[in-house]
């Protein structure tokens, strides 16, 4: 059931939280333990604001085991705003509205369970922007 | 370090082999290989395969096909490398000669992908992309290329049927290799109407999961007496990688490790990639075809798929790619892929290709790929 | 004074609305299970997604609440769940809440908080924003968040089905100088009344039919809105809005009319015509739709009904600070529009109703 390995990650999955370099300023997510670019392995936590852009997606209807109960669901690649490039699901959209280049932003969802009786592991996926205000 | 050659290839047709085990396979294969190189010892083998322990649960594969081939008490061991688990066992026993440790080893990659349902074989091949960051999100190894072809129709304005002339030249070269999973040609309407399976990839953009076991014979050039004729040099050995997970490459349209290590190829074989007469390329999905094509240097960037539809692709255009069925026609037992391409260089080399046979093949190129080329090993071969 | 009310004063600071995107018509139900002829209660109810459920539903709501209150998700001092549909029945939803909305976690070890799941049926939520206020009223928080959230499951064909909802809301209670709608006292009231329950590993409920009406529903909304008003020395004319636990739209109005409030009074807080029964949820989203339009100086009184049974009536009064932080969160009535049509057999298999194993 891998608890203790959704448990360490649970603040990259529920927050977005990823590192910032703290000598070049280069922000990581996922996290990253030395910088990519300036080699340094001084990082640090920085939780990203979980808003971006749709870099490229596709639907899954042949699913890895574990994930046969969402079938046909979308995934994609997220432009962060502030740099970095996430692949996530993408929500609360239906294949034919979902578009390169959409302003989507982070919910928490249930990505997979283990069985009845196993743990529900919950973390970011995407969906197009809500503006509802 | 001294050169090296291959002596003697074998290979099992890839297929849904329900009746033969791994290591039958694998067994087969070696087997050939030794007869085709007429030698009956090796100092070692390097056996590529990546998911035995997960779909078979079977690891240590290097003292099993050992013992099972009758080499009992040599050094034997397993190379993973995700789908290019075969062209790093390749780069294993060719550096074992190379360093001058060996003077006959076996390199053989061996798969069995259908011993498991298909959502488990799925999420198996999934573990070459990143387990926490990745693979969590459902996101299927299919799925991965589907992203990187949206985006590269998105960023080129290309439709998928300009795509269809990968598949369409895999399956015609397939037709006349008995040795693959699809020998039969398909035509435009066929890849028009193929089912989709993460769009923009159909199934036939897609490279068919099949068992198999293909095997090699190496030898220091200098020290092959009678096997000299037959003999195909290895001019060059070259790994690289690039980030595992897509999201965190620089540029995910660009395969970076291909293009590390085809230069690093093409500068220890003396060569230009104008000169390489025929490249058994890493067609696990079209979109792979085309990447690889740019980074390798055989097509500008933005103009891999134009490649194909100009017919430069075939037998008989500039550059040859899946001769005998690539990946999408002869079939993808992943971990025994990248051993399969290096036979098939060396059919053609050899000038044994039948009807698929490139005229005046000198120079050959084979490149296995791991993960979406997160691993890229290149060798390139000479006559 | 029987009404209860805190020493320190107290009121809500935020609040955050939910509703999952799927609805289904009643007239679908009907079509599959017969019945339309004896009237459908709702027009249609909500549903949520296969990757939704009580957490992640409470999650967004919680975030919603938070962005309006503009505080620190570390200056919350408890987290509190109420549903009938919590994921685990052995782990608390409150937890993954409060980590996912940043209140508890690695960064807060120096900020203490509560977390729990409450569970009273239908009036889950508003026992955790009974429980919010006395933590602030007696001054050990200065915040507290009480969500109502539920995916309520009816058994197929059964009455219930046609109104078993999803949805729900978040409140932060916090000092009265600093809300939106300041506390003006609560009035409880509970009786042993077996009208509606699930035994421990059944998957759906039982229910006592018209038993659910006047012995049950009735007698509990009415003694404690009654309550409350009397204690308070007020007149139903004395609230701009009135919300009922609502079950279906029948009987939220039938209270509201014993009591004499007007039905344009109960309109703007009755939802579940729209989005079903949310349990938990029920009452408290429609007091989020109340807030969404309300103006500074209404009086809105919230009465929430939970089988079992028993009745939580409370008396807010809007300040003029909800005119600034309502627009920070979308609004309940974009979440009742925000909505997606599926059929039975999308339902059966969004609900978990097809046999698979």
């Known amino acids: ?133 | ?383 | 004074m029987s009404v209860m009310k805190p020493k320190r004063d107290v009121g809500i600071i935020g609040y955050g609305a939910y509703v999952p995107r799927f609805r289904i018509r009643a007239e679908e139900i009907a079509r599959v299970w017969g019945g339309a002829d004896e009237g459908v209660p709702i027009e249609e109810k909500a549903v949520p997604g296969l990757d939704e459920d009580t957490v992640t539903m409470s999650i967004e709501a919680a975030r919603n609440a938070l962005a309006r209150a503009g505080i620190q998700p570390k200056q919350l001092r408890a987290v509190w769940v109420g549903s009938e549909s919590h994921p685990y029945a052995v782990k608390p939803s409150s937890t993954i809440v409060a980590e996912a909305i940043g209140a508890a976690g690695r960064a807060n070890h120096d900020s203490p908080l509560l977390a729990a799941d409450w569970e009273f049926a239908c009036k889950a939520g508003t026992e955790a924003l009974q429980a919010a206020i006395a933590l602030v009223g007696s001054g050990m928080a200065d915040y507290a968040m009480a969500i109502g959230m539920d995916t309520a499951q009816g058994r197929p064909g059964d009455a219930l089905e046609y109104t078993a909802g999803a949805g729900g809301a978040a409140y932060i209670v916090g000092p009265a100088e600093n809300s939106l709608a300041y506390f003006e006292g609560s009035y409880s009231y509970v009786t042993d009344t077996p009208d509606f329950f699930r035994r421990e590993h059944q998957h759906y409920p039982q229910h006592g039919n018209r038993f659910t009406g006047e012995p049950a529903y009735f007698d509990h909304t009415l003694h404690a809105a009654r309550g409350l008003m009397d204690e308070l020395g007020y007149q139903p004319s004395d609230f701009a809005y009135a919300i009922f636990h609502q079950p279906n739209v029948k009987f939220p109005q039938t209270a509201a009319r014993k009591l004499g409030f007007a039905p344009e009074q109960i309109a703007p807080g009755l939802l579940a015509g729209k989005i079903g029964n949310t349990y938990s949820g029920a009452a408290m989203l429609g007091a989020t739709a109340v807030l969404d339009i309300a103006k500074p100086g209404d009086r809105i009184l919230l009465c929430s009904f939970g089988s079992g049974a028993g009745s939580d009536a409370f008396s807010w009064v809007v300040t003029d600070k909800i005119l600034e932080r309502r627009g920070r969160a979308p609004k309940t009535a974009w979440y009742v529009a925000r909505r997606e049509v599926i059929d039975y057999a999308l339902y059966a298999r969004y609900r978990g109703k097809l046999v698979m194993n």
């Open chain 2, 1 to 383: 370090m001294q050169s090296v050659s291959v002596v003697g290839i074998g290979q099992t047709k890839v297929k849904e082999h329900w009746d033969r085990s791994l290591r039958e396979l694998a067994v087969q294969a070696i087997l050939g290989a030794m007869q085709d190189a007429r030698v009956d010892h090796a100092d070692a083998l390097y056996v590529g395969n990546m998911l035995s322990g997960e779909l078979t649960a079977q690891e240590n594969l290097g003292a099993l096909i050992a013992d099972a081939v009758g080499l009992r008490g040599i050094e034997a061991l397993k190379v993973e490398a995700a789908c290019g688990s075969g062209g790093a066992a390749l780069r294993a026993g060719y550096l074992a000669i190379a360093s001058g440790e060996y003077d006959v080893v076996i390199v053989a990659g061996a798969e069995k992908l259908t011993e498991s349902s298909n959502c488990y074989a799925t999420a198996s091949l999934a573990m070459a992309a990143d387990a926490d960051y990745e693979a969590i999100h459902g996101i299927s190894f299919v799925a991965l290329n589907a992203l990187l072809m949206r985006r590269y129709m998105h960023e080129y304005d290309l439709v998928p049927e300009d795509f269809a002339a990968f598949s369409i030249n895999a399956h015609a070269n397939a037709a006349h290799n008995p040795y693959a999973m699809f020998p039969a040609p398909i035509t435009l309407a066929q890849y028009q109407r193929a089912r989709p399976v993460s769009e923009p990839i159909s199934v036939m953009d897609s490279a068919p999961m099949g068992d198999g076991a293909a095997a090699l014979v190496l030898m220091p050039t200098e020290r092959l007496n009678g096997n000299r004729n037959r003999a195909v040099k290895i001019a060059a050995s070259a790994v690289a990688t690039d980030a595992l997970a897509l999201h965190a490459r620089r540029d995910p349209l660009w395969f970076g490790a291909v293009e590390l290590s085809a230069k690093k190829a093409y500068a220890q074989a003396g060569v230009t990639p104008q000169e390489i007469d025929l490249f058994e390329v890493h067609d696990a999905f079209s979109i792979m075809s085309v990447m690889s094509l740019e980074a390798a240097g055989l097509a500008e960037r933005g103009r891999g798929a134009y490649l194909a539809r100009e017919g430069e692709i075939g037998i008989q255009g500039r550059v040859p790619i899946s001769t005998m069925g690539g990946l999408k026609a002869r079939g993808h037992p992943v971990g025994a892929t990248g051993v399969y391409q290096a036979v098939e260089v060396v059919q053609q080399l050899r000038g044994e290709a039948g009807k698929n046979q490139v005229p005046n093949a000198h120079i050959g190129m084979a490149q296995s790929l791991g993960g979406v080329a997160a691993n890229a090993v290149t060798h390139i071969f000479v006559n």
């Open chain 1, 1 to 133: 059931m891998d608890l203790a390995r959704h448990w360490r990650l649970k603040d990259q999955r529920y927050r977005l939280e990823g590192t910032v370099c703290a000598e070049c300023g280069a922000k990581f997510f996922p996290p990253r333990q030395v910088c990519t670019e300036c080699k340094s392995t001084n990082l640090k936590p920085h939780e990203f604001a979980g808003r971006g852009e749709l870099y490229s997606f596709t639907t899954v209807s042949a699913p890895p085991s574990g994930h046969e109960e969402f079938v046909p669901y979308i995934v994609g690649m997220v432009k962060l705003d502030e740099g970095p490039l996430v692949e996530a699901q993408i929500t609360d959209v239906n294949p034919a509205d979902v578009k390169i280049g959409q302003r989507v932003e982070m919910v928490t969802r249930k990505l997979r369970a283990y069985g009845d009786d196993g743990v529900i592991v919950y973390g970011y996926k995407f969906r197009p922007i809500v503006n509802g205000s």
